[in-house]
């Protein structure tokens, strides 16, 4: 049975920073396009990030270019979110998704998200 489970999500600062973390369990992670989505109650889910299988390039929302950067933790099965200069429209739920084929894929893993929520 294949597993994604989101870790990380807090209550930070506007200015501060969160790791979130996707592990799987079930498959190879290093393989999978994995994304990072976020949902706030009443909007749609948005695509903020996603790291390709086969080449490991990143790609941004422009809403987070230049603060969130992914990366792979291949020796835990896990895609991590790095999330710097954090807004307070930033707060949401955090889901990854796992693809075989491609970072425009249908996604066909998904996690139950983390909650990530900034103020003071």
């Known amino acids: 049975q294949v597993q994604l489970v989101e870790s990380g999500g807090d209550l930070v600062q506007p200015g501060g920073s969160l790791r979130l973390s996707c592990a799987a369990s079930g498959i190879t992670l290093d393989i999978y396009s994995v994304a990072w989505f976020r949902q706030v109650p009443g909007k749609e889910r948005e695509a903020i990030s996603c790291i390709e299988g086969s080449d490991d390039r990143p790609k941004y929302h422009d809403s987070v270019k230049g603060r969130f950067t992914v990366s792979r933790e291949n020796a835990k099965n896990a895609v991590l979110l790095q999330m710097n200069n954090l807004k307070p429209e930033d707060t949401a739920v955090y889901i990854c998704?796992?693809?075989?084929?491609?970072?425009?894929?249908?996604?066909?893993?998904w996690g139950q998200g983390t909650q990530v929520t900034v103020g003071s």
């Open positions: 998704a796992a693809d075989l084929l491609s970072c425009t894929g249908r996604f066909d893993y």
